[in-house]
């Protein structure tokens, strides 16, 4: 450590410096810390990471915004020192953070996104995170400002806090491979803002004129529900409830005034080396509890409306990326995947980039899919920003992480909402084709917004649920 900040002193240089810590649950980490700058990551087959504070703000803004993402980035990894003890073994440092679905600035103009800007990520000063057997805390320095004896010294002081911090959370509560969702605060009361049902059919009918006119073949609608507390809304334990949502990837990104947190399962791609994965995730049947799965699973694959929703996506993925790879692999049927009380269509792909690309291209590539933009890709993309009422923000954005090797994994950010002191945003969507009845979509975005009401409190049964076995496959 000391050799670490020695170097540092007299270089222009960001350094990451990792050290062995008690395994205890990255929530236990983030406690302790304040909450601007802060982020949760936990993602099926990814090591669970938390954050705070950040010696890089990487904020871009504007149609240009992968752009100059990309060469912020490189640029952060081109000048970064890595120091890590030899008893500890990380992955590559990581910068973590999220772009808004649209790039128009309309985001940072509202008071609820202010704070998250078109795109922002960090490089954290304080990064935690653990593979189920051993745990790494990495401190980022700036040299030569945080080297000078008084700054270093309050540096240390303070991992030396937080790894006494982690030590104690270990000890109270070891980190089981399966977290228990928290306790339901008790007489969960509060009121909840929808839009009423003539609003959205009025959105609907819109979108159909549009799609009417032969211009578009499909526009995700959304819609924002307004949630007010009595209590101070506590978000370490809304995530820990969200642990119930099978196979899906919890996150949260932390400002002053509000917390973005959800629980998505819906994947962007995850690029390992040349090695890439994505998915479809688009067409949706409700599947109450009790409810038979495999049938309604089956009416679904045999809905002509989902199916041909789903299809567009298949198709615009497989437009961008195939080209870009050796192989790219998909089953020629949809599968279901199943989550409590949702089945979507689903369609897993998996491909070999033919040269090394950086992610934020394919990032760029990508985004928005026509699940949560529509088609075509760019047209609705702008028809949505010029239309939709309430801002989305990062809802339907990319959330994720990049690291110092060029590898990445995103998710698209649904089942998701902002949430400040007293109150909760939640947004949720659907999508519309020429076939899509308002009514339908309306419960269907109705039954969306169940993860993060639970989580927050609401629907006290929710806390008691009959245990249902996630599927992933046909
Ligand atoms: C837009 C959302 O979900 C998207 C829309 C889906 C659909 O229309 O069937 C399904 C999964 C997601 O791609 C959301 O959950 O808010």
Excluded at 105 to 118: I, K, L, V, Y
Excluded at 304 to 324: M, N, S, T, W, Y
Excluded at 395 to 421: K, N
Aim: hydrophobic residues 40%.
């Amino acid at each position: 450590m000391a050799s670490a900040f020695d170097k540092l002193k007299s270089k222009r240089c960001t350094a990451v410096i990792t050290v062995p810590a008690p395994l205890a649950p990255p929530a236990a980490f983030l406690r302790n810390q304040r909450r601007n700058m802060s982020f949760f990551w936990d993602s099926p087959g990814d090591l669970p990471h938390a954050g705070a504070g950040a010696v890089e703000i990487l904020r871009v803004s504007g149609p240009k915004r992968c752009a100059q993402l990309e060469a912020r980035l490189e640029r952060l990894w081109n000048d970064l020192v890595v120091h890590i003890h030899p008893d500890c073994a990380p992955p590559p440092p990581r910068a973590f953070g999220g772009m808004s679905f649209h790039p128009d600035g309309a985001s940072s103009r509202s008071p609820h996104w202010q704070e998250f800007d078109d795109g922002c990520f960090t490089l954290p000063r304080w990064c935690y995170g653990h593979d189920g057997k051993r745990a790494f805390l990495s401190l980022a320095v700036r040299g030569p400002e945080d080297c000078d004896p008084v700054r270093g010294r309050e540096l240390v002081d303070e991992l030396e806090a937080i790894l006494l911090g982690l030590e104690r959370a270990a000890e109270a509560s070891p980190v089981r491979h399966h977290e228990r969702p928290a306790e339901a605060p008790a007489n969960a009361a509060g009121t909840i803002h929808q839009i009423d049902v003539r609003t959205w059919e009025r959105r609907i009918a819109e979108i159909h004129r549009a799609i009417g006119t032969g211009e578009f073949q499909k526009i995700v609608a959304a819609r924002r529900c307004d949630v007010e507390l009595p209590w101070a809304v506590d978000e370490l334990e809304v995530l820990s409830r969200l642990v119930a949502e099978p196979m899906c990837t919890r996150f949260l990104f932390g400002r002053e005034k509000f917390r973005f947190l959800g629980a998505s399962p819906e994947l962007l791609f995850h690029k390992r080396g040349k090695v890439l994965r994505t998915e479809a995730l688009a067409g949706t049947s409700p599947c109450p509890a009790g409810a038979d799965v495999a049938e309604r699973a089956n009416a679904l694959l045999a809905s002509r409306k989902d199916r041909v929703e789903h299809a567009f996506v298949v198709r615009e993925i497989a437009q961008i990326l195939g080209p870009l790879c050796k192989e790219f692999r998909s089953p020629a049927q949809p599968r279901v995947r199943s989550i409590r009380e949702i089945l979507h269509l689903y369609t897993p792909f998996e491909g070999s980039l033919e040269h090394e690309m950086n992610p934020i291209r394919l990032l760029a590539a990508l985004h928005p899919t026509p699940a949560v933009g529509g088609l075509p890709k760019a047209h609705a993309a702008e028809w949505i920003a010029r239309h939709e009422v309430e801002p989305r923000g990062w809802y339907t954005g990319p959330v994720g992480w990049v690291d110092a090797a060029g590898d990445a994994r995103f998710v698209v950010a649904i089942r998701c909402g902002l949430v400040g002191e007293c109150s909760a945003l939640i947004f949720t969507g659907a999508g519309i084709v020429e076939e899509s009845l308002a009514s339908a979509e309306y419960a269907e975005t109705t039954l969306k917004q169940l993860p993060l009401l639970r989580a927050l409190g609401f629907l006290e049964e929710a806390f008691h649920p009959k245990p249902r076995q996630a599927t992933d496959g046909s």
